[in-house]
C-alpha cells in the first residue's frame, strides 16, 4: 500500500509530462517556444532578417535569406503551428517564409534544401497553397543544377580550394528531389537525389561508419581525390554534426526509395554516434567526437538534435526491440535538462544553448545555433505522433 501511494505521488510530482506516453518533456519545450517566438516577433519585426545565432558580444546574430541558415526559423514557426493548431503561428510562418522565395533561382548554393524546403516546403504541407508549391519546384531546378553526371553528385561549395567537394551536409537535400520528382512527375529529381546518394555511399564512411565532412572529387574522371574536413577537429575525425547529417540523410534515403542499403548506412551511422555519446555522461555530443580537449571541449547541441530527430524515424523502419527510439528519447531529455534548454527571455530567444557552429574558424562556438531549436522541435512532434507517423 505504501509502495502504491509513493508511485503514485511521484507520478504527480513529475508533472503531465509523466502521465502521457511521453517520456519526453513536451509540454515545457513547446510552452518555451511559445513564450521565445511571441517575444522575438514583437522585438524584431523585420522579416527579411533571419536569426541565426548569438554574437561574440553575446547580441543577436540574424541574416539575409541567403545564408544556409534562414529557413529554419520559419520552419519552426511551421512546426509549431503544426504542434499548437494556432492562427498567430500560421501568420507568423508564413510572414517569415515570404523572404525567402528569391533564393528559388539562386544556383550558386547546395544549401537550398534547408532555405527552402525547411520553409516553403513545410508551409505547402500544412496549408497546400499552391505558390508555394511553384516556388519549391524553381528552387529545385536551381538545385538540380548542381549536378555533375561526371561526378554523380551535387557539388556543394563554390569557395575554398577544392575541386569538387561534397560534404555530408549535402544529403540533407535530397528529401527537396525527392519531393520534387512527385510533385512534377520529373523522374530527374529522382534519379539525380538516387546517383548522388550513391556516390556518397561509396566514399562517405571510415571501417567504424564515422563519416568525413568533406568528399573531394576529380570533375572530369570522377574519382575522389582526398576525404577531409572543414568543420571538424582532423581530416581523420568525426565531425559530430556531420554525424547526424549522415544518419538523417541514409534515414530519408530509405524512407523515399526502400533500398535497404541506405538503411543499412543509417543504422551503422546511428550506431557510431551512439557508441560515442554512450560515453559522454548527459549523452550530448562534444563539437567533434575526437576533440582534442574532451571533457572540456565545446558541445554541439544542435547534433544530438538532428540526431534525437533522425533516430526517431529511424526506429520505425529498423524492426523489433531496437534502441533507437529509446535513445532518442534519452538525447532529447538531455536537451531538455536545465544545461541546455533556455529559460523564457533569455538566449536571445533560442530554445538551446550550448551548439558549435565552426570551431577551426572560431566561429559560433559555444552558442544557440537556429537549427538546433528546429530539429528539437522536429523530435518533439515526431515523439508525441510517433504511433501514426507518417512522412
Ligand atoms: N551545413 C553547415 C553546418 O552544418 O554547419
Given at each position: 500500500m505504501k509502495f502504491i501511494l509513493i508511485i503514485l505521488l511521484s507520478c504527480l510530482a513529475l508533472g503531465s509530462d509523466a502521465q502521457t506516453p511521453d517520456a519526453i518533456p513536451a509540454q515545457k519545450v513547446i510552452k518555451l517556444a511559445e513564450l521565445q517566438y511571441q517575444a522575438y516577433i514583437e522585438k524584431y519585426t523585420n522579416s527579411n532578417q533571419y536569426p541565426r545565432s548569438t554574437n561574440p558580444d553575446g547580441s543577436l546574430y540574424t541574416t539575409g535569406s541567403?545564408?544556409?541558415?534562414?529557413g529554419f526559423f520559419p520552419g519552426s514557426l511551421w512546426y509549431l503551428y503544426r504542434i499548437t493548431n494556432k492562427t498567430q503561428w500560421r501568420q507568423a510562418a508564413e510572414k517569415w517564409t515570404q523572404g525567402i522565395e528569391s533564393q528559388k533561382s539562386n544556383t550558386s548554393t547546395h544549401d537550398l534544401g534547408f532555405m527552402l524546403y525547411n520553409s516553403f516546403g513545410n508551409g505547402l504541407k500544412l496549408t497546400n497553397n499552391q505558390t508555394y508549391k511553384n516556388i519549391l519546384l524553381q528552387g529545385a531546378n536551381s538545385l538540380a543544377t548542381r549536378f555533375h553526371p561526371e561526378v554523380g553528385a551535387i557539388k556543394s561549395w563554390d569557395f575554398g580550394s577544392y575541386s569538387y567537394p561534397v560534404i555530408v551536409d549535402n544529403l540533407m537535400n535530397l528529401e527537396y528531389l525527392f519531393w520534387a520528382a512527385k510533385a512534377s512527375g520529373n523522374a530527374a529529381f529522382y534519379k539525380i537525389a538516387e546517383a548522388h546518394a550513391n556516390t556518397d555511399l561509396k566514399d562517405r564512411f571510415r571501417a567504424d561508419n564515422s563519416s568525413y565532412h568533406v568528399l573531394d572529387y576529380d570533375p572530369v574522371a570522377g574519382i575522389v581525390l582526398r576525404k577531409l574536413t572543414a568543420q571538424g577537429y582532423a581530416n581523420s575525425s568525426c565531425w559530430a554534426r556531420g554525424q547526424a547529417w549522415g544518419i538523417y540523410g541514409y534515414t530519408v534515403l530509405y524512407r523515399e526509395t526502400k533500398n535497404i542499403k541506405y538503411l543499412e548506412q543509417a543504422k551503422k551511422a546511428a550506431d557510431y554516434f551512439l557508441s560515442q555519446t554512450d560515453k559522454i555522461a548527459d549523452h550530448i555530443p562534444y563539437w567533434d567526437f575526437q576533440a582534442p580537449d574532451i571533457p572540456s571541449a565545446p558541445r554541439d547541441a544542435s547534433s544530438a538534435a538532428i540526431a534525437a530527430s533522425a533516430l526517431i524515424e529511424l526506429s520505425k523502419y529498423a524492426g523489433t526491440n531496437n534502441p533507437y527510439l529509446s535513445k532518442a528519447a534519452q538525447l532529447i531529455n538531455s536537451l531538455c535538462s536545465d544545461k541546455y534548454l533556455a529559460k523564457a527571455g533569455a538566449n536571445n530567444y533560442f530554445l538551446l544553448m550550448h551548439s558549435t557552429g565552426n570551431m577551426p574558424s572560431k566561429s559560433e562556438v559555444d552558442v544557440p545555433e537556429v537549427y538546433a531549436d528546429y530539429y528539437l522541435l522536429e523530435a518533439i512532434w515526431r515523439y508525441q505522433n510517433y504511433a501514426t507517423l507518417s512522412f
Amino acid at each position: 500500500m505504501k509502495f502504491i501511494l509513493i508511485i503514485l505521488l511521484s507520478c504527480l510530482a513529475l508533472g503531465s509530462d509523466a502521465q502521457t506516453p511521453d517520456a519526453i518533456p513536451a509540454q515545457k519545450v513547446i510552452k518555451l517556444a511559445e513564450l521565445q517566438y511571441q517575444a522575438y516577433i514583437e522585438k524584431y519585426t523585420n522579416s527579411n532578417q533571419y536569426p541565426r545565432s548569438t554574437n561574440p558580444d553575446g547580441s543577436l546574430y540574424t541574416t539575409g535569406s541567403g545564408q544556409w541558415t534562414s529557413g529554419f526559423f520559419p520552419g519552426s514557426l511551421w512546426y509549431l503551428y503544426r504542434i499548437t493548431n494556432k492562427t498567430q503561428w500560421r501568420q507568423a510562418a508564413e510572414k517569415w517564409t515570404q523572404g525567402i522565395e528569391s533564393q528559388k533561382s539562386n544556383t550558386s548554393t547546395h544549401d537550398l534544401g534547408f532555405m527552402l524546403y525547411n520553409s516553403f516546403g513545410n508551409g505547402l504541407k500544412l496549408t497546400n497553397n499552391q505558390t508555394y508549391k511553384n516556388i519549391l519546384l524553381q528552387g529545385a531546378n536551381s538545385l538540380a543544377t548542381r549536378f555533375h553526371p561526371e561526378v554523380g553528385a551535387i557539388k556543394s561549395w563554390d569557395f575554398g580550394s577544392y575541386s569538387y567537394p561534397v560534404i555530408v551536409d549535402n544529403l540533407m537535400n535530397l528529401e527537396y528531389l525527392f519531393w520534387a520528382a512527385k510533385a512534377s512527375g520529373n523522374a530527374a529529381f529522382y534519379k539525380i537525389a538516387e546517383a548522388h546518394a550513391n556516390t556518397d555511399l561509396k566514399d562517405r564512411f571510415r571501417a567504424d561508419n564515422s563519416s568525413y565532412h568533406v568528399l573531394d572529387y576529380d570533375p572530369v574522371a570522377g574519382i575522389v581525390l582526398r576525404k577531409l574536413t572543414a568543420q571538424g577537429y582532423a581530416n581523420s575525425s568525426c565531425w559530430a554534426r556531420g554525424q547526424a547529417w549522415g544518419i538523417y540523410g541514409y534515414t530519408v534515403l530509405y524512407r523515399e526509395t526502400k533500398n535497404i542499403k541506405y538503411l543499412e548506412q543509417a543504422k551503422k551511422a546511428a550506431d557510431y554516434f551512439l557508441s560515442q555519446t554512450d560515453k559522454i555522461a548527459d549523452h550530448i555530443p562534444y563539437w567533434d567526437f575526437q576533440a582534442p580537449d574532451i571533457p572540456s571541449a565545446p558541445r554541439d547541441a544542435s547534433s544530438a538534435a538532428i540526431a534525437a530527430s533522425a533516430l526517431i524515424e529511424l526506429s520505425k523502419y529498423a524492426g523489433t526491440n531496437n534502441p533507437y527510439l529509446s535513445k532518442a528519447a534519452q538525447l532529447i531529455n538531455s536537451l531538455c535538462s536545465d544545461k541546455y534548454l533556455a529559460k523564457a527571455g533569455a538566449n536571445n530567444y533560442f530554445l538551446l544553448m550550448h551548439s558549435t557552429g565552426n570551431m577551426p574558424s572560431k566561429s559560433e562556438v559555444d552558442v544557440p545555433e537556429v537549427y538546433a531549436d528546429y530539429y528539437l522541435l522536429e523530435a518533439i512532434w515526431r515523439y508525441q505522433n510517433y504511433a501514426t507517423l507518417s512522412f
